[in-house]
């Protein structure tokens, strides 16, 4: 259990919590730090009191005139129905989960918030990597040969041939859009490649497939990516460089 | 043709340690044997590697599936002028990604449920730019609902393992705290939502 | 107060292990000396280092007046990869690829007259790369155009004895070849790749 001295400090926080609403991270975040006053394991804490010291709260905050938000008063008034059932012998017609379910499920949801800050902060407090440990400053750049192998069948083929023979010459006119790909694509897409973007690579290497062997497609893809690198670049998300005049560009995320 | 003499262990280890030292992330099994010669065994030289390293001032550790080198911890206050400053994480981040870490998968709504407060989208967004948590599969529930779990990067960022090897999830779920349990009647969810805790059972 | 005493020799050399590997560059013996603790001998460490390293995938090495480890040069090869993609041929390819099979000799002319459209060079050159087909003898017509024929690799690709093995316009026609629907989006249009000769009237 937290030591909190005993007397003038508890009053102080009592009377902070009273000012201080705007510290609280919702009723459940205000309830765990009012239980920590009953000094017991959250296991063993008393819901009922809890109830009582939360209603208090918002009763001390409606004298003060301060505003309470909605979700602070829905808890109140759970609080209070809670409460008058936890009082009251158990009427036995009426339905519903009784007044000791509801009780333990909320000493169970302080637990589990309590159980994962403890977590949280053991988290933190673990040898981080750049900061505690370190990996290789220096990485060696891995080079990539890239080679391409086509395939076709012999089904292909025939297919092919099959479908020249009895070519229909006519065509409806339709906007070709789909040879056309937006920055607005290309930025999505590379934002969604960033964690890859480790080394230094050619952009072109990064178009996406089916986009690079058609010549229009090439072009509108080249395009809309060296936008949307360039945009990228302005953030600050990523490097971007050219060795020399219509030389490749490379980019890499930035450290 | 004959099949290559594949090489010796130690030749492997060494071919394992040049590859683990060049690469800043951690290097998976495969990616090792596919560019060492054929017959080679991967997994045995990087475990001859690691018994090598131990007690040096770098070690050899294991993230998820793959390997790394990393400085010894103890060494860290040489390396103080290396550290890159990062953004000072919120308190709300800190317990999102903790909720994440535990609770994965985990959706939205649990993680509000468990924390008794609206999740902020900025909250999120910051550990998926992190790429410290990133989408699951969605729920097989009603809406479908994204779930989040933690990355590599995170096991990596935090010394984890694996994420079995996360501290105290043992005695958690012991405890029935990482149970979702639906509430009696009380204002348990925030927006009203209703916890869909079967999902993880139907999923898995 | 007393003066520390300086780590041990070994501790040292865990201490400039541990920097080198994280530095970004290669560093000297002042600038490892100011961070380790006082009474530390760097370049004895470094010595002691560099012996350890003797042999192994990684050394240091002297780079100017500065220490870093690098790569075993031996192990040169490992920093390569081969990447090897399967792509589909486009419909262009195909389609020049059937006509020079099944009407080999073939001009230029005279597949661009059966296709309808222009071929380009780079379909050409693409085929002749690939050693599917190769220049037979020129025509003797009018400006002697060189003709086009179909190579021993493109039988064995297509698993063929010779090119007058194709199947003709009747059994495609019986094999239900000739009944597909012409044009966009055809049966041989591979998966995402759009039916290109919209472009090339564009285009030529």
């Not at chain 1, 859009?177 to 890859?196: D, K, S």
Request: net charge negative; aromatic share 6%.
């Amino acid at each position: 259990m937290r030591d909190l001295p005993e007397g003038v400090s508890d009053r102080l926080a009592a009377e902070a919590l009273i000012v201080d609403v705007d510290g609280y991270e919702g009723p459940l975040d205000l309830l765990l730090t009012l239980s920590r006053a009953q000094k017991v394991d959250l296991r063993r804490i008393s819901v009922l009191e809890l109830a009582e010291q939360y209603l208090a709260f918002v009763e001390r905050a409606k004298l003060l005139r301060i505003e309470l938000a909605a979700d602070y008063l829905v808890m109140a008034a759970w609080l209070a129905f809670l409460k008058s059932r936890l009082l009251l012998p158990p009427d036995p017609a009426e339905r519903g989960p009784s007044a000791e379910d509801m009780a333990d499920h909320l000493a169970w949801q302080l637990e589990r918030l309590q159980a994962m800050r403890d977590r949280a902060a053991a988290l933190m407090a673990r040898d981080q990597k750049g900061r505690d440990v370190f990996p290789r400053g220096e990485p060696e750049a891995v080079i990539q040969h890239r080679r391409s192998v086509y395939s076709a069948s012999l089904i292909d083929l025939m297919r092919a041939y099959a479908r020249l023979r009895t070519k229909d010459e006519f065509r409806p006119f339709v906007m070709d859009r789909e040879h056309v790909f937006t920055m607005e694509q290309a930025l999505e897409r590379m934002r969604e490649m960033l964690g890859y973007l480790g080394e230094w690579g050619d952009l072109h290497d990064w178009l996406p497939s089916g986009w690079d062997t058609h010549p229009m497609r090439r072009r509108s893809a080249t395009a809309s990516h060296f936008a949307a690198v360039l945009e990228m670049a302005k953030r600050g998300q990523i490097d971007l460089r050219q060795g020399q005049t219509f030389g490749p560009i490379q980019i890499r995320k930035k450290e | 043709m004959t099949a290559p003499i594949p090489p010796t262990l130690d030749e492997q280890e060494r071919m394992v340690e040049a590859m683990l030292f060049a690469s800043a992330a951690p290097m998976g099994l495969a990616e090792l044997g596919a560019r060492m010669p054929v017959g080679s065994d991967p997994a045995r030289a990087v475990a001859a590697l690691q018994r090598r390293y131990e007690g040096r001032g770098v070690r050899v550790v294991r993230v998820n599936e793959a390997w790394a080198f990393r400085t010894a911890p103890d060494l860290a206050f040489l390396m103080q002028r290396d550290v890159v400053e990062t953004r000072r994480l919120s308190r709300a981040a800190i317990e999102t990604l903790a909720i994440v870490a535990y609770h994965q998968p985990v959706t939205r709504a649990e993680i509000e449920e468990i924390r008794g407060v609206a999740v902020s989208r900025g909250t999120l967004d910051q550990l998926l730019e992190m790429e410290w948590i990133r989408l699951g599969r969605r729920r097989m529930t009603p809406g479908r609902p994204v779930t989040f779990i933690v990355t590599e990067q995170f096991l990596d960022q935090f010394g984890l393992e694996t994420a079995r090897d996360l501290p105290g999830l043992k005695e958690l779920r012991e405890a029935g705290l990482l149970d979702s349990r639906p509430a009696p009647g009380g204002p348990a969810t925030p927006e009203g939502e209703p916890p869909d805790d079967q999902a993880q059972w139907t999923e898995d």
